[in-house]
């Protein structure tokens, strides 16, 4: 008969893929927990230990590895010398592994996992039997995930067995699994410190001694590899020496940013934000659609009350707060109406019926939110070429993460912007009141606003807002003058007066008053400003000279 080796920690669909291997005349070899799984189904299992003739032992840390084991696994059957060896050393062999890993990176997710209990969830016998099967694919079936069950079944009743092309890709994806699981340890143990006094994990709320060190031991703390959109405990900590991704690929795009150009959508493990991301309807979203869907998303996680942005470009044409989603929605889409037509929409609310016929009595390319309720699925399916993304944004709206951007022969780290001066109503913190005149509360409450949004546009950037809604958007220009022009030029085409009363935010400091002078001319009367150029007293004495109240944040938010 032939034999299958089983040890599983995710059991989903294992007591019937078994009955499977059983009804195809597999003996079924199988460790701890998924042993008495396998037994409590009413399956004959053979313990891992009648094979090797030792016990499992150290809490479970060795039962698999073994010659009798392993050598079942890597024999190979054209080898003529191989199959003598394990004749002549009383090995069976083994032609089906089934292995998937014990939960390091669930553990890890929870901070309030201890060290000791962490070390412990290291497999090191899955992955040896993995890389084993995987290595001798073309004699040994390896399988790592219940996905796969299901074709594993079919290919053995396949005249002639599982065909070369499965059995290869089999051994791919288990590579990829082992070398996943080994990115994430190592990931996570980058964050870890150790001192004299033990070992404490990033982002727990108390130091949890385990093994003291001796003092004179220096323990350097291991390079980041994986899960890149990890939060770290300190985002400002020194980047580390080697970085390595294990990413996922979910599926081909189209194209890239033009038809001529290759393109795929990938997502960490594990999977969060657009990586976890359910695609409801619609044609198939685009890479630009997807650069979209993450600026939406990016400004709308800014706020607690009801958000929605407009976005072209990757840069908002619309963004603004309300006392519902749709009223969100319809003031972000009515803030620049000509450049909303073709956008992608993201909010922070589940859409509802009302937010849902809102959208579709325009046209809109995609649209991104935590849900959508059923009645609202019902009347976005009207629009039958929308795309609707789903996203939990739960996690993201905490987060600082590291991001990545690749140049020309290599790749950029930084930790991810968030505009935390104005996470609580202003004036608070840090800011500077510069000018003689004081902003009034409703300045106050639009200037938060404003700068919420600037952060979050291209560099050169100068925005202008009322309390709730963006007014005008002057973005990725090569000069802040320019962008202010920009920002004018388009509010004007709609209503001479619409800038008048405003208040302005640009994303860096104002380098001669020219800027300053600009931003007044539009009738803006206060804005916000990072400050730290050598020539604030001469822009802090035009917004005096112009009765503009100013703020310096001492906070830059460039976008590139």
């Given at each position: ?57 150290m ?29 002549t ?53 390896v ?14 009743d ?106 795929a959508?990938y ?18 979203l ?23 942005a407009?976005?072209?470009?990757t ?16 003031r ?59 996203v ?11 991001e ?157």
């Amino acid at each position: 008969m032939r034999r299958a080796l089983i040890s599983v920690s995710d059991k989903t669909g294992l007591v019937d893929f078994a009955r499977g291997l059983a009804s195809r005349s597999f003996d079924l070899v199988s460790t701890g927990g998924t042993a008495r799984t396998l037994q409590q189904a009413g399956l004959t299992v053979v313990g891992i230990s009648e094979v090797t003739g030792f016990p499992e032992m150290m809490d479970g840390r060795v039962k698999t590895l073994h010659p009798l084991v392993h050598g079942g696994i890597l024999a190979r059957r054209g080898r003529p010398d191989d199959l003598a060896s394990a004749t002549t050393h009383g090995i069976t062999l083994i032609d089906l592994v089934v292995v998937n890993l014990y939960p390091f990176v669930k553990a890890a997710s929870n901070p309030d996992t201890p060290f000791e209990a962490l070390i412990e969830e290291i497999d090191i016998g899955g992955p040896s039997l993995v890389r084993a099967a995987a290595k001798n694919f073309q004699d040994v079936l390896v399988v790592v995930s219940p996905a796969d069950y299901g074709a594993v079944l079919a290919q053995l009743d396949r005249g002639g067995g599982p065909s070369r092309e499965f059995r290869f890709d089999l051994a791919r994806k288990a590579f990829a699994h082992t070398g996943s699981y080994d990115t994430a340890i190592a990931s996570e143990l980058a964050t870890i410190t150790a001192d004299e006094n033990g070992f404490q994990r990033a982002g727990s709320e108390r130091t949890r001694p385990t093994v003291v060190l001796p003092t004179a031991t220096v323990v350097l703390p291991t390079p980041t590899v994986g899960r890149v959109l990890s939060d770290p405990a300190d985002p400002s900590a020194p980047a580390p020496a080697t970085l390595t991704l294990s990413l996922r690929k979910l599926r081909d795009l189209r194209y890239g940013e033009n038809p001529h150009q290759n393109a795929a959508w990938y997502a960490e493990e594990p999977a969060a934000g657009l990586g976890d991301a359910r695609v409801l309807q619609g044609k198939e979203l685009s890479y630009t659609n997807l650069l979209d869907l993450d600026a939406a998303a990016r400004i709308v996680l800014e706020f607690d009350e009801p958000a929605a942005a407009v976005i072209k470009h990757t840069n908002p044409c619309g963004a603004a707060t309300g006392s519902s989603a749709a009223d969100a929605y319809v003031r972000a889409r009515e803030a620049d109406a000509l450049a909303a037509f073709g956008g992608i929409v993201g909010l922070n609310r589940a859409i509802d019926a009302a937010t849902a016929q809102a959208i579709v009595s325009t046209f809109i390319e995609a649209v991104v939110a935590p849900a959508v309720d059923d009645e609202a699925r019902t009347i976005l399916a009207t629009k039958a070429n929308m795309r609707v993304v789903t996203v939990d944004f739960t996690a993201l709206a905490k987060q600082s993460g590291r991001e990545l951007r690749s140049i020309l022969g290599a790749v950029l780290m930084q930790s991810r912007d968030r505009v935390v001066e104005a996470s609580q109503p202003w004036p608070s913190g840090e800011l500077r009141v510069v000018t003689k005149r004081q902003p009034t509360a409703a300045e106050w409450q639009a200037l938060r606003f404003a700068w919420r949004i600037c952060a979050h546009v291209k560099s050169n950037t100068i925005l202008f807002t009322s309390a709730d809604r963006t007014l005008a958007i002057g973005a990725g220009q090569m000069s802040r003058v320019d962008a202010a022009k920009v920002a004018r030029m388009k509010a004007e085409a709609i209503d001479r007066e619409a800038l008048k009363g405003s208040v302005a935010a640009s994303d860096a400091f104002f380098p001669f008053r020219d800027g300053l002078d600009a931003v007044a001319d539009a009738g803006a009367t206060a804005v916000v400003q990072p400050g730290g150029s050598v020539r604030d007293q001469e822009v802090i004495a035009a917004a005096d000279e112009r009765g503009l109240a100013m703020v310096f944040t001492g906070r830059r938010h460039f976008r590139h």
